[in-house]
C-alpha cells in the first residue's frame, strides 16, 4: 500500500462544477496534510494546507480532512479552465519534517 | 519577496558525468529539502536540512548522491557519476521553521543521455 493514494485521473468536470480530488493516507500518526497545485512543466504551487478535522475554506476551495479515516480531499467551486492542473496532496509525519506525496490526480476542466 | 531560486534550470549531461545543482532559499527560511520528481509520479523527498545542520537524508538514492549547506543559507546537491536513471526534475523547497509549509523552486531538469 503506498503511503499515499490519489486517482491520477484524469478528472474531467465542465466549466463552472465542482470538481472534488480525494486523498487517503496510510500513517496515523499524520499531522499536516497540504494540497498543491502543479501545471505541466511548472513546480508544486500551495493552494491549502490542513491541520484539523473538518473543513477549511480560501476563496472557491475547501480543504476536507477526516482523521479516522484517513482522508483528506478538495473541493474547487465554480471551476475554471484555469484551474486544469495536477493536484498534488501531501502528508507531512509527526515525526518528520519532509512530506510524502501521492502521484496526483490530472484535473482538466472543460468549457 | 524572492522565492525560492535553483540553477540551472535545464542540465544536460552525459552518463558518468558529475552535475551540481543550486538552490538558494526564501531570505530567512531555517529548512531546506531536497525532492526528486521523475515524469508522471509526484515529488519524492531525498534530504533536509535544518540551518547547516543535514537532518534526514534518508531519501538520498545512492552514495553517488550528496548534498550540502555549509553557512546554513544556499544548499547544493551534487550528483557523480550520473545514470540514465538520474533523469528527472530535482525540486528545492524552504520553509520559515521545522513542520511549517514548503515552498517550492521552479525545479532543475537533469537529462542524462
Known amino acids: 500500500q503506498k503511503e499515499v493514494e490519489q486517482n491520477s485521473g484524469p478528472l474531467s468536470v465542465p466549466e463552472g462544477a465542482i470538481a472534488s480530488l480525494n486523498c487517503t493516507y496510510s500513517?496515523?500518526?499524520?499531522?499536516?496534510f497540504f494540497w498543491y497545485r502543479q501545471y505541466s512543466g511548472k513546480s508544486p504551487e500551495l493552494i491549502m494546507f490542513?491541520?484539523?478535522?473538518g473543513d477549511k475554506e480560501d476563496g472557491r476551495f475547501t480543504a476536507q480532512l477526516n482523521k479516522a479515516s484517513q482522508y483528506v480531499s478538495l473541493l474547487i467551486r465554480d471551476s475554471q479552465p484555469s484551474d486544469s492542473a495536477t493536484y498534488l496532496c501531501?502528508?507531512?509525519?509527526?515525526?518528520?519534517?519532509?512530506?510524502?506525496f501521492g502521484t496526483g490526480t490530472r484535473l482538466q476542466v472543460t468549457l | 519577496g524572492a522565492g525560492v531560486s535553483q540553477s540551472p534550470r535545464y542540465k544536460v549531461a552525459k552518463r558518468g558525468q558529475d552535475v551540481a545543482l543550486r538552490c538558494d532559499p526564501i531570505s530567512g527560511h531555517v529548512s531546506l529539502f531536497w525532492y526528486q520528481q521523475a515524469l508522471g509520479q509526484g515529488p519524492e523527498f531525498l534530504t533536509y536540512f535544518q540551518n547547516e545542520a543535514q537532518l534526514d537524508k534518508s531519501g538520498l538514492p545512492s552514495d553517488r548522491f550528496f548534498a550540502e549547506r555549509p553557512e546554513g543559507s544556499v544548499s547544493t546537491l551534487k550528483i557523480q557519476r550520473t545514470q540514465q536513471e538520474d533523469s528527472a526534475v530535482y525540486l528545492c523547497?524552504?520553509?520559515?521553521?521545522?513542520?511549517?509549509?514548503?515552498?517550492f523552486g521552479p525545479g532543475t531538469r537533469l537529462l542524462v543521455l
Open positions: 490542513i491541520y484539523s478535522n
Open positions: 500513517d496515523r500518526g499524520s499531522q499536516s
Open positions: 501531501a502528508v507531512m509525519p509527526g515525526t518528520a519534517s519532509k512530506l510524502t
Open positions: 523547497a524552504s520553509s520559515l521553521t521545522d513542520k511549517e509549509t514548503q515552498y
